[in-house]
């Protein structure tokens, strides 16, 4: 593939470079669109991105449909075959300036002014649109093989919400047309798995902007999911020795300047209420609070690991375009927990988190994933708590702690939290990007705020080291990762409906009633749907739409033999079995949690 570069010297594209230079080429296309269809548009940035591109364009008043989208990606594809070249040039600064100001170009103009005094300024014609870039570009416009427009959005001039709003269409492109139908493949397979979708199907969780946005409930079905993943994830706590606790959703805005989170965290947090001359805020995490709990009593040595943990209610105050479901909304459940440790307990008890979060990933069937050791950015000045020795400290000891375990880990600067490292593990599910589900962070920082102790062998105080470790995240996130791993298909352990009992047309519907009755006796989680309804209708219902793992179905063979039909939700087979043999079934499957 060709490409030409802001000097005009053509060459060959090398391969990892291909697609950004065939989506910021697109780019360019679809502005010389615009302009063609809209002559007053105005181009602010324009950039490739990891799945496409985008312009970000001041339309005036014009608002675009999706019938405009349409007719701009139609004179895209009359753009590319009139194989229009690809042509640079490079001016001064003040030229530059000139030249913008004559196109009326008051965005790139501004952009200019941004760049140091001595930036070379680069432009690249396009027959009758001329835009400026760095390049480098597609020689022709003809070599723009596969691409499409996706949707159209708002966003920020420089994403200051105090400048103008801008129109953002998106785009695709890839090399060719295989790589865009496969594309198209994942987007359906994406929108198939979307837990918003199969939320709404299977009545999970809903939410209404009259309550709030990012603030999701729960319905009945979507509470015993929830309620299932909290009684698992507490049953393995207790046996590990954890001590849960209830705290409040709020604390005082001088408890987080004591824990630091006001001064690194406040922008993320509601805005604080004044009651009584004090001021609170919904509490974005939960640390400070367990801080106050162990500060409540003194602590021996020998007390130590004390392990704190909460399925806690939290708020933070996400940009309305980043909401999305019960994966990220303004209101969640952190499975959360602190540990309170002696330096020479760290070794053990990062051991055991990281024991628990793989113990769990093999109960879920999760093996995609990659630990990455969080580190600070020291050029931070802002994010971080600063105190270079304590940074060196906890660095060293959580890298020394993962290599002695033997855990494979890469490193990556600017992700840890403000007061110290983490391990985070990293999970890639069927669709979407990489993300953290579990994480274990390494605190010697909050402890010296709080000025906690606990007195040592020989007698003297001592400051304990936190461990701050989540090993679901939050229960909302984590479900949303369920709901789209498994399609809404749940284990039978976790499905909101394990069983439907079903009557075939004109049964009478005693027997089934009794085996349903049997059922719930049992603690199975079953309905029973006796309407005069054809079976495949209620099969399909039942499967395709509610999920059910086993359909239960009872016609007049069924009342003769005292046996039932049992239909697997995951295999489609049905087989015959007393009632007996099928309650010992569910029992076991459900004891097993796979």
């Not at 990892?16 to 181009?43: C, G, M, N």
């Not at 933070?316 to 999305?324: C, D, H, I, M, V």
């Not at 593990?425 to 979407?432: E, H, Q, S, T, W």
Request: glycine share 6%; proline share 4%.
């Amino acid at each position: 593939m060709k490409i030409i570069d802001k000097y005009g010297a053509v060459s060959e594209c090398p391969e990892d470079q291909e697609l950004q230079v065939i989506r910021h080429t697109a780019a360019h296309v679809l502005a010389q669109a615009v302009k063609r269809l809209y002559p007053s548009a105005d181009f602010g940035y324009g950039p490739a991105t990891e799945k496409g591109f985008f312009y970000d364009i001041d339309l005036g008043d014009v608002k675009l449909t999706d019938a405009d989208l349409e007719k701009i990606e139609a004179e895209m594809r009359r753009i590319v075959k009139e194989n229009i070249a690809l042509k640079p040039f490079i001016l001064g600064r003040e030229e530059a300036l000139k030249l913008m100001r004559e196109q009326g170009a008051k965005y790139k103009e501004e952009h200019i002014n941004d760049l140091p005094e001595d930036a070379e300024i680069s432009f690249f014609r396009q027959g009758d649109y001329l835009d400026m870039c760095t390049g480098p570009h597609l020689c022709y416009t003809k070599a723009l093989k596969a691409f499409r427009l996706t949707q159209q959005s708002g966003a920020y001039w420089k994403n200051d919400s105090s400048r103008r709003m801008l129109t953002r269409i998106n785009g695709v492109a890839f090399r060719t047309a295989e790589e865009l139908a496969e594309y198209d493949r994942q987007v359906e397979e994406a929108r198939a798995r979307d837990h918003r979708k199969i939320g709404r199907e299977m009545s999970l969780f809903m939410t209404d902007d009259l309550v709030g946005k990012g603030l999701p409930m729960f319905l009945p079905k979507g509470y015993i999911v929830w309620q299932e993943l909290e009684n698992y994830i507490k049953e393995k706590e207790r046996k590990l020795g954890y001590q849960h606790v209830l705290t409040p959703c709020v604390g005082s805005v001088q408890l987080y300047k004591t824990s630091g989170h006001w001064d690194h965290y406040k922008d993320n947090m509601f805005p604080a209420m004044e009651v009584e001359g004090e001021s609170f805020v919904l509490r974005p995490m939960n640390c400070p609070h367990h801080m106050m709990i162990y500060a409540s009593k003194p602590h021996s040595y020998k007390e130590l690991p004390i392990r704190i943990g909460e399925i806690a209610h939290d708020f933070r105050f996400e940009a309305s375009g980043t909401l999305k479901g019960i994966e990220r909304g303004r209101h969640f459940c952190q499975n959360d927990a602190h540990l309170f440790v002696t330096p020479d307990q760290i070794e053990e008890e990062v051991g055991r988190v990281v024991n628990l979060i793989f113990e769990v990933y093999r109960d879920f069937g999760i093996t995609d994933y990659r630990c990455v050791l969080s580190l600070r950015d020291p050029a931070d000045k802002v994010k971080y708590h600063q105190d270079d020795a304590m940074w060196e400290k906890a660095e060293s000891a959580l890298r020394r702690v993962l290599n002695d375990l033997g855990i494979e880990f890469t490193e990556e600067i600017g992700e840890a939290a403000f007061y110290g490292p983490k391990l985070d593990v990293n999970v890639k599910p069927a669709i979407g990007a990489e993300q953290t589900l579990s994480t274990c962070q390494l605190d010697f920082c909050l402890p010296m705020k709080f000025d906690l102790k606990y007195v040592d062998s020989e007698s003297r105080e001592q400051t304990p080291v936190v461990l701050h470790r989540a090993i679901l995240g939050s229960i909302d996130r984590f479900m949303a990762f369920v709901i789209e791993e498994t399609k809404g298909r749940f284990p039978l352990w976790l499905a909101p409906t394990q069983v439907t009992v079903m009557t075939l047309p004109g049964t009478d519907p005693a027997f089934a009633k009794k085996i349903a009755g049997m059922l719930d006796e049992a603690g199975i989680r079953v309905d029973l749907d006796d309407r005069n309804e054809k079976i495949g209708y209620k099969i399909r219902e039942a499967r395709q739409v509610d999920r059910v793992p086993y359909m239960v179905i009872v016609g007049q063979n069924e009342i003769d033999s005292g046996t039932l039909s049992v239909r697997d939700r995951d295999t489609d087979q049905t087989t015959s079995m007393s009632p007996d043999g099928f309650l010992e079934l569910c029992r076991k499957r459900i004891a097993e949690k796979k």
